[in-house]
């Protein structure tokens, strides 16, 4: 039997092709904390412990996949997204970086008050309404999406984390029915703004497995979600409520301008912890 400390090689070794070092050591730590559902810290004490046949197993099965370049949240069927273990595959968006950072801009801005109204567009694997109803004092929480599938994973983490989310599925573009007009104090989301001539400069990897309609938009009206979500921001917000997006870095001032022309009385841009423009909050 192999020691973890040899797993961890072998499998930085066998991935190396598919995802170069420093994301190898990062992936095969990931992928050993998974399948010995051990930390971190309790794996580094524990070098020299030998796997067991099953535990190989599940290691060598991991290793196949990654080696083709599934993303390694798929291979486990978990990601962390601010503070959470969310259930994710290929019908959802693995949870991003960016978007924890849009779900920190909403909870220090509410933090204290309670009793709060939430909808999130395009929900997805429902990473943001979970984790506001998490760390916010709220009274009703939604997360609309058309995809199906995508539901049912949201639905899944909402029952393993026990806590209450409204799923709603529609099409964003049509009117959005079961929330009273002016009713709610936040409205947040990451809809699809990759444009499509832009999958040249997308990793291989994501466009293989990642869900296209959660992604991409026309080259020809990169805006459309923000414009029809601006307009459901205008009817369903109280006066005072916020909406937030994450967008797509080419599109600050014009999703701002969108937002103003909407009918909210102020909005900006916020930038990412890599000083990119990646979120526009607005106020009714």
Not at 72 to 89: P, R, S
Not at 117 to 128: F, R
Not at 228 to 233: D, F, L, N, S
Request: hydrophobic letters at 40%; proline letters at 5%.
């Amino acid at each position: 039997m192999a020691t973890i400390q040899q797993t961890a090689q072998y499998i930085r070794e066998s991935i190396q092709v598919a995802y170069p070092e420093p994301e190898a050591g990062a992936i095969a730590q990931l992928v050993l904390e998974h399948v010995l559902q051990k930390s971190r810290m309790q794996l580094s004490l524990a070098q020299q412990e030998e796997l067991n046949t099953e535990q190989e197993a599940q290691v060598q099965q991991a290793v196949e996949r990654l080696k083709k370049q599934e993303p390694v949240q798929y291979v486990l069927g978990t990601a962390h997204f601010y503070g959470l273990d969310l259930q994710v595959d290929e019908r959802v968006l693995i949870p991003r970086p960016e978007t924890e950072e849009l779900v920190d801009l909403v909870v220090r801005e509410h933090r204290g008050r309670n009793g709060l109204q939430v909808l999130d567009i395009c929900t997805g694997s429902g990473c943001i309404p979970l984790a506001i109803a998490a760390n916010l004092e709220v009274g009703k929480v939604y997360g609309l999406e058309l995809s199906e599938g995508a539901l049912q994973v949201a639905r899944t983490n909402a029952r393993q984390l026990k806590l209450p989310v409204a799923w709603l599925q529609q099409d964003v573009f049509e009117p959005v029915l079961g929330i009273a007009p002016h009713s709610l104090d936040i409205i947040t989301s990451n809809p699809p703004y990759v444009k499509e001539q832009e999958k040249a400069l997308m990793r291989a990897n994501v466009l293989a497995y990642e869900p296209h309609l959660a992604l991409f938009v026309p080259d020809e009206d990169p805006l459309k979600y923000y414009k029809r979500i601006a307009e459901i921001g205008a009817e369903l917000l109280k006066k005072g409520g916020r909406l937030y997006f994450e967008i797509n870095e080419q599109y600050g001032e014009e999703v701002r301008s969108t937002l103003l022309q909407a009918g909210f009385t102020q909005a900006q841009v916020v930038q990412d912890l890599f000083g990119k423009d990646r979120i526009v909050t607005g106020e009714l």
